[in-house]
DNA sequence: CGGGACAACGTTTTT
DNA sequence: CGTTGTCCCG
């Protein structure tokens, strides 16, 4: 099976389609490789087991892989590729497009959740979803836990339950780490213990409405297709045909579940290479097990290992910081990274008194730096959470310094954007209990009762979305009903082109943005946006799965409207800064209590993850690192002043690290 | 039954 | 402090 990758690659050109249709070699991988990234490009066939330190050029690794196997005859399409971000991805095809010729855009791949998309929308029947499914991300899923928390709350008199997050929280560290719900609640929620059983018949039900609507949420795609494989052999010998090569990159990142399903995959062959840096795991908190690497060969046994330890990033004092950093890591695959670019000045720690000062400080550096001709494109600013850059992007605002956040909240995670989208499912899925409850709700004088009762009568017509206009529903008038009626008959109209479905949406939605919203105009430029984004596809459920499975950055705006050559500075988490570089790196917030965070201080693992995030973020940096932290901060949570800087940072030598004072007032 | 008013809670990271 | 859940009035 080939997926489709119109959808997967939707924004790949070609870049020259004169490249070498005879497939004569072009490359001197002896030239542009060291000996190590040599043998991992022509290992020639069975597990590969790659260990690639920060910064040693992993990804030309595989770029240069994917290459050397096209030219060497490998039916592009029979190369599955399957990273951590869409973004990766692209980025890896793109590069190797350029190396050989356009034959590498025919790869197969994606993230394990858009791949898992592709083949169970291929084979959905045999998992009990006849009529196809749709993809319910987080705060659906919330929605949906808090439909049934209702029914027990409101029928038992019992102490509270935990909330609809922290349920879908227990749920899903269940599916990743493979253990059964009571266990996660022993291990990380023992305070609700005593109520474990009804906790038990939620997730129960849960499990049971998801198939009832035709549901999969994030976990269910990866389980599915986990199902999918071990119990239908002819399938996955079908899927082992297709794909002789599998690529896995950032295996470091994987849980069981994905593991589990990449043997699966790997048929009697088993050509797969896996490339990662168990120093640089950091997604433990959902389910990823850097244990995955270090057991990787005893699930396949004659696995070729190769480390890449040569760091071509970053400069030497640089790495000498981070190398001491990771020193300290209590379980890891001894490595340690050098690099022959000499010369560079040490890294800094600065305090400033407060949050404003440590913004001041940045962007008063940050316009130093461009004054010096670094490219504001070529700076980051890392943090742990995203609302650790609130105080730093007004400053940035202030002084017109543009730039561009990535990781925390989703353009399509706000109220008005799902609101807008669920008019849009509704016609494609209309067992969508969920959209149908959101959009209902939205009407006057409609609430639960009501809206279960339209539901109902929706679901018996048994035709689809269409069954609102027909159906006899007991409905105020004063609460517009006729106007969605309306609009409902609008979006049946096959023949109205994507842009157009838009349109009446928004339409029909306009009066009730600005009765719930006093910041409807901002808003409203939100929903313009998504229009904008809408175009690009051509039938809608590409769109809709693409909104969940691979959502749009919510300050990404620019990107739209033209201006995407303009130099931005790169705000981002450091999760979504994984595998990036770039001239200069600073990393704030690197106060003890918040990185690490408060929260990760008493269980040694979490802050084990603490100390690889620093580390992830420190190794980004090619010539400068700044780190800075405030000095003197108040925390809410744990009522007390923090005043020290990272403990990761606290106990490093004065000649690996530079530590400055900055008063913004002298 | 809907909706508004009030109280309690807990606080990251991503697909 | 903003979100989430509950309670009670109309």
């Given at each position: 099976m080939a997926m489709d990758q119109k959808s997967l690659f939707p924004d790949i050109t070609p870049a020259r389609d004169?490249?070498?249709?005879?497939?004569?070699?072009?490359?001197?991988?002896?030239?542009?490789?060291?000996?190590?990234?040599?043998?991992?490009?022509?290992?020639?066939?069975?597990?590969?087991?790659?260990?690639?330190?920060?910064?040693?050029?992993?990804?030309?690794?595989?770029?240069?892989?994917?290459?050397?196997?096209?030219?060497?005859?490998?039916?592009?399409?029979?190369?599955?590729?399957?990273?951590?971000?869409?973004?990766?991805?692209?980025?890896?095809?793109?590069?190797?497009?350029?190396?050989?010729?356009?034959?590498?855009?025919?790869?197969?791949?994606?993230?394990?959740?858009?791949?898992?998309?592709?083949?169970?929308?291929?084979?959905?029947?045999?998992?009990?979803?006849?009529?196809?499914?749709?993809?319910?991300?987080?705060?659906?899923?919330?929605?949906?836990?808090?439909?049934?928390?209702?029914?027990?709350?409101?029928?038992?008199?019992?102490?509270?339950?935990?909330?609809?997050?922290?349920?879908?929280?227990?749920?899903?560290?269940?599916?990743?780490?493979?253990?059964?719900?009571?266990?996660?609640?022993?291990?990380?929620?023992?305070?609700?213990?005593?109520?474990?059983?009804?906790?038990?018949?939620?997730?129960?039900?849960?499990?049971?409405?998801?198939?009832?609507?035709?549901?999969?949420?994030?976990?269910?795609?990866?389980?599915?297709?986990?199902?999918?494989?071990?119990?239908?052999?002819?399938?996955?010998?079908?899927?082992?045909?297709?794909?002789?090569?599998?690529?896995?990159?950032?295996?470091?990142?994987?849980?069981?579940?994905?593991?589990?399903?990449?043997?699966?995959?790997?048929?009697?062959?088993?050509?797969?290479?896996?490339?990662?840096?168990?120093?640089?795991?950091?997604?433990?908190?959902?389910?990823?097990?850097?244990?995955?690497?270090?057991?990787?060969?005893?699930?396949?046994?004659?696995?070729?290992?190769?480390?890449?330890?040569?760091?071509?990033?970053?400069?030497?004092?640089?790495?000498?910081?981070?190398?001491?950093?990771?020193?300290?890591?209590?379980?890891?695959?001894?490595?340690?990274?050098?690099?022959?670019?000499?010369?560079?000045?040490?890294?800094?720690?600065?305090?400033?008194?407060?949050?404003?000062?440590?913004?001041?400080?940045?962007?008063?550096?940050?316009?130093?730096?461009?004054?010096?001709?670094?490219?504001?494109?070529?700076?980051?600013v890392l943090f742990r959470a995203s609302f650790h850059a609130f105080d730093l992007e007004l400053e940035l605002t202030r002084k017109s310094i543009p730039f561009i956040k990535f990781g925390g909240f989703k353009f399509t995670e706000s109220a008005h954007i799902k609101d807008v989208i669920a008019h849009l499912k509704v016609t494609r899925a209309p067992k969508d209990k969920i959209s149908w409850f959101r959009i209902l709700l939205l009407l006057k004088k409609v609430g639960p009762k009501t809206a279960q009762n339209i539901y109902n009568a929706i679901d018996e017509q048994g035709m689809g979305a269409a069954g609102l206009l027909t159906a006899d529903l007991k409905v105020n008038t004063a609460s517009g009903i006729d106007r969605l009626k309306e609009l409902v008959a609008t979006l049946q109209d096959e023949t109205a082109s994507i842009q157009q479905k838009g349109e009446s949406v928004l339409q029909y939605y306009l009066p009730i943005l600005q009765q719930r919203y006093d910041d409807h105009p901002r808003r409203l430029k939100d929903l313009q946006q998504l229009l904008a984004i809408m175009e690009r596809y051509e039938n809608l459920d590409g769109f809709l799965s693409d909104m969940v499975l691979e959502p749009p950055n919510s300050s990404a705006d620019g990107q739209l409207t033209g201006d995407a050559q303009t130099s931005r500075l790169n705000l981002s988490t450091i999760h979504s800064a994984k595998g990036l570089e770039w001239h200069t790196v600073f990393i704030i917030w690197a106060l003890d209590g918040r990185f690490p965070s408060h929260h990760a201080i008493d269980s040694p693992d979490a802050l084990e993850e603490e100390r690889r995030l620093i580390y992830v973020a420190a190794t980004r940096a090619r010539e400068n690192l700044i780190i800075t932290y405030p000095s003197q901060v108040y925390d809410r949570a744990t009522q007390t002043v923090l005043y020290r800087p990272s403990r990761f940072l606290e106990g490093i030598a004065d000649d690996m690290l530079d530590r400055i004072y900055f008063n913004p007032m002298a």
């Open positions: 004169d490249g070498n249709p005879t497939g004569t070699q072009t490359i001197d991988y002896d030239k542009v490789l060291n000996p190590a990234q040599l043998a991992a490009v022509t290992h020639d066939a069975g597990p590969l087991l790659v260990i690639a330190g920060a910064g040693s050029g992993k990804t030309r690794t595989l770029t240069y892989r994917v290459a050397r196997l096209v030219e060497n005859g490998v039916e592009p399409k029979s190369i599955l590729l399957l990273s951590f971000t869409r973004k990766a991805s692209q980025e890896m095809l793109k590069r190797a497009g350029v190396l050989l010729d356009h034959r590498c855009y025919q790869v197969s791949g994606g993230t394990f959740h858009s791949f898992a998309n592709a083949v169970l929308k291929r084979y959905a029947a045999k998992i009990g979803f006849e009529k196809g499914f749709s993809i319910i991300d987080r705060s659906d899923a919330e929605d949906l836990i808090a439909m049934i928390r209702k029914e027990f709350s409101r029928a038992q008199d019992e102490r509270k339950l935990p909330r609809k997050s922290t349920l879908a929280n227990i749920f899903s560290r269940s599916i990743n780490k493979a253990m059964p719900i009571e266990e996660v609640i022993y291990d990380d929620y023992p305070h609700f213990e005593f109520q474990m059983e009804t906790i038990a018949r939620i997730w129960h039900l849960y499990q049971q409405r998801k198939r009832e609507h035709y549901f999969c949420d994030y976990d269910d795609l990866l389980v599915n297709l986990h199902r999918l494989l071990s119990e239908n052999e002819d399938i996955r010998q079908r899927l082992t045909t297709s794909y002789r090569h599998i690529l896995v990159d950032e295996y470091q990142d994987t849980n069981l579940i994905q593991a589990d399903i990449i043997s699966l995959l790997s048929g009697p062959q088993k050509n797969v290479m896996v490339v990662g840096d168990d120093s640089q795991s950091i997604y433990a908190f959902r389910g990823a097990n850097f244990k995955n690497i270090i057991t990787f060969p005893d699930r396949f046994p004659g696995t070729r290992i190769i480390k890449l330890e040569e760091n071509y990033r970053s400069l030497q004092p640089i790495l000498d910081l981070t190398n001491t950093i990771i020193d300290e890591a209590a379980d890891k695959y001894s490595k340690r990274l050098f690099t022959q670019r000499g010369g560079g000045v040490l890294p800094t720690l600065v305090a400033g008194i407060n949050e404003n000062a440590q913004s001041r400080y940045v962007t008063n550096e940050i316009m130093r730096l461009v004054g010096q001709g670094v490219a504001l494109q070529d700076i980051a």
